[in-house]
């Protein structure tokens, strides 16, 4: 068989049978798609061709013998504890983790009394002094820090920005806080909105607290700044954004002094260098609360188009270093990577 022929013999076969050949001359080969696997047999072959060869027409044999015996019918209970993988290699009795584990807990939890996190006592704490930098991962909770920080700057008379990057979401802030204060003490001011501009507490984008503390350096604006105690900055990873980075640099830098500064964010990798940066332009240091335990475990997932879900990993929650994929996520990929993949048109 020449080179050409094998690729050609190869590329009609089906992505579980290349796998079956890979085993033992290609490392990790469940990991390669149709066409590299194709490539990587292809290279193995300088030293051993022959053995390919008969491997090769050995399994397209054994699949014609399966093929053409009685088709069974789907299996509706758990897979053999025998089965061989899609890569030919044995798999353990039963996948470490099943769709019922993955799935476990979600929903809503059991109503009970609201118990603050001790980062979010820090936060509040330190804002009564200093500047305050929340970096925790996200759903852990920085509204409530955002929500508490806000009531006590209104019950000491005090005024508040609240600044988000996106005007949806300012607008969902704004409905939010609206239940939360009542509609006379919330005001927006977007691009496209403008309302109750006169309330203590002002949700806008940071494109617009920018201008406003533009025009405020030069003169007249129908904001007032001088009782300004809070500005709180959602999603503060914008800071770093190439395009848009500027736009929080500036608000940070022309921010009135006498006015605290929170910056919420679930992903600055270097919150210590903000801080840092914080505490030399501002005249209070700035306060850093940081952790990175995330109260809501990601669960990953493998999803087929036709709507089959499995645990992608064999453990739960977000692994670290290198995880072993599920038997059955692998299984479904290789089987989305047959249906997909087209043998290479020369
Ligand atoms: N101390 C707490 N105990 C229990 N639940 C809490 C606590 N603090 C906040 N929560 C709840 O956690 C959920 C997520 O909170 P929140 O939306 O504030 O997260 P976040 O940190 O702002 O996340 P994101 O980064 O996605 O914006 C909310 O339902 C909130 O009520
Ligand atoms: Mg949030």
């Given amino acids: 068989m020449t080179t050409d022929e094998l690729e050609k013999l190869l590329a009609v076969q089906p992505v579980s049978l290349l796998h079956q050949l890979g085993r033992g001359r290609i490392p990790r080969h469940f990991r390669l798609g149709k066409r590299r696997l194709i490539e990587a047999l292809l290279r193995s072959t300088a030293t051993n061709r022959a053995g390919l060869e008969s491997d090769l027409l050995a399994l397209m044999k054994d699949g014609d013998r399966q093929q053409s015996r009685p088709q069974a019918q789907p299996r509706t209970e758990p897979a053999s504890p025998r089965r061989q993988s899609v890569s030919g290699e044995p798999e353990s009795a039963e996948p470490a983790t099943d769709l019922k584990a993955f799935l476990e807990g979600i929903g809503v939890p059991e109503p009970s009394p609201f118990v603050p996190d001790p980062w979010q006592d820090e936060a509040l704490a330190h804002l009564a002094e200093t500047d305050v930098i929340v970096s925790v991962p996200t759903g852990s909770g920085k509204t409530y820090v955002a929500v508490e920080a806000t009531r006590r700057a209104i019950d000491t008379e005090r005024t508040v920005i609240y600044t988000s990057p996106l005007k949806a979401l300012s607008n969902t802030k704004f409905t939010e806080f609206s239940k939360l204060f009542g509609a006379d003490r919330v005001g927006i001011l977007t691009g496209d909105r403008r309302d109750n501009t006169h309330a203590p507490l ?145």
């Fill in 202 to 346: 002002l949700i806008m984008t940071t494109e617009i607290l920018r201008n406003l503390l533009y025009d405020a350096a030069g003169g007249e604006i129908d904001v007032r700044l001088d009782t300004l105690g809070l500005v709180i900055m959602d999603e503060s990873q914008y800071l770093a954004d190439p395009e848009r980075g500027v736009v929080w640099e500036e608000t940070i830098i022309f921010c009135p002094s006498q006015a605290r500064l929170l910056l919420l964010s679930a992903s600055i990798g270097n919150p210590q260098d903000i801080a840092a940066w914080l505490s030399s332009i501002r005249p209070t240091p700035c306060h850093l609360v940081r952790h990175n335990r995330r109260t809501v475990p990601l669960r990953a997932g493998y999803l087929h188009p036709s709507g089959k879900l499995a645990p992608l990993f064999r453990s739960v929650g977000i692994p670290h270093g290198h995880a072993s994929l599920h038997p059955e996520s692998k299984r479904l990929f290789s089987q989305y990577e047959a249906e997909t993949l087209q043998p290479r048109s020369r």
